[in-house]
């Protein structure tokens, strides 16, 4: 389906993209296990979007980008004010570092233990609550769900969190879900990465909390298995029902604290 074609399915409903990398040459890239990914400018996602209704969205730190800010920063330059960031700190960051980042969008820190990344779960705790208590800011994990029961007492009783891609795994669900019931939020992304029933999934997460749900075209889907496709978009909306609008807008106005509109 094109984009044009998927939009009209979906009824013209606005999208706010929760989960979107911006993978810029001019800025530092790391090497992450030997991988480096290919670029994904702010033009590039601009051109693959067209036609998907975007009024903004997150864009998000890769472990290939270690803790570099300047890439960030540029992309929610030119990606305007709809658009806010997702990003990597070291454990130690200084807690005006926190603030500069959060007085220039950042919405959120990223802890990549599916990856690896800065911060692992020893520093989470921690983190999470300075961050948050300090700047605002809430976290977002990239974690195969079928490791959050060990990590349950930490990330259930942290002010606010989400989790990616759905949790990736099927038997994490219950896991996953129990956060859920604790007010953990969770991403409706990477449906190409994923090894569950996407459909499944969507509506045991709405079934619990239907405010706890955020869309994302996980764009340009680095080492996904299958890149994001419209026909994804489609899916969410067909299982998410009557709470459509509040999965791929309202949750996520009222995550990242956007304008109605989503700038």
Do not use: C, W
Request: aromatic share 4%; proline share 7%.
């Amino acid at each position: 389906m094109t984009s044009a074609g998927a939009g009209a399915a979906r009824g013209g409903l606005p999208f706010v993209d929760a989960h979107l990398h911006v993978v810029d040459p001019r800025f530092p890239i790391v090497p992450n296990d030997g991988y480096v990914p290919a670029p994904f400018t702010v033009a590039d996602y601009r051109r693959r979007t067209a036609g998907l209704g975007v009024v903004g969205g997150a864009v998000v730190s890769g472990s290939f980008q270690g803790t570099d800010q300047t890439y960030l920063l540029d992309a929610l330059e030119r990606l305007g004010p709809g658009f806010v960031g997702v990003t990597q700190v070291a454990p130690d960051v200084p807690d005006d570092e926190l603030r500069r980042l959060a007085a220039h969008r950042v919405r959120a820190v990223r802890v990549n233990l599916r990856r690896g990344g800065p911060v692992g779960p020893a520093d989470l705790d921690r983190l999470a609550r300075r961050a948050h208590d300090v700047a605002g800011l809430h976290t977002e994990l990239y974690v195969d769900a079928r490791d959050l029961d060990g990590l349950a007492p930490v990330v259930g009783a942290l002010p606010a969190v989400v989790v990616d891609h759905l949790g990736l795994h099927r038997d994490g669900l219950p896991h996953l879900l129990a956060l859920v019931a604790r007010g953990v939020r969770v991403k409706a992304t990477g449906f190409g990465r994923v090894g569950l029933d996407v459909r499944e999934a969507v509506r045991a997460v709405l079934a619990v909390d239907p405010t706890a749900l955020v869309a994302g075209t996980d764009l340009p889907s680095t080492r996904a298995p299958r890149p994001f496709e419209d026909a994804d978009l489609d899916l969410l909306v067909e299982e998410a029902g009557e709470h459509a609008r509040a999965v791929l807008h309202d949750n996520a106005v009222a995550l990242y604290r956007l304008r109605p509109d989503g700038s």
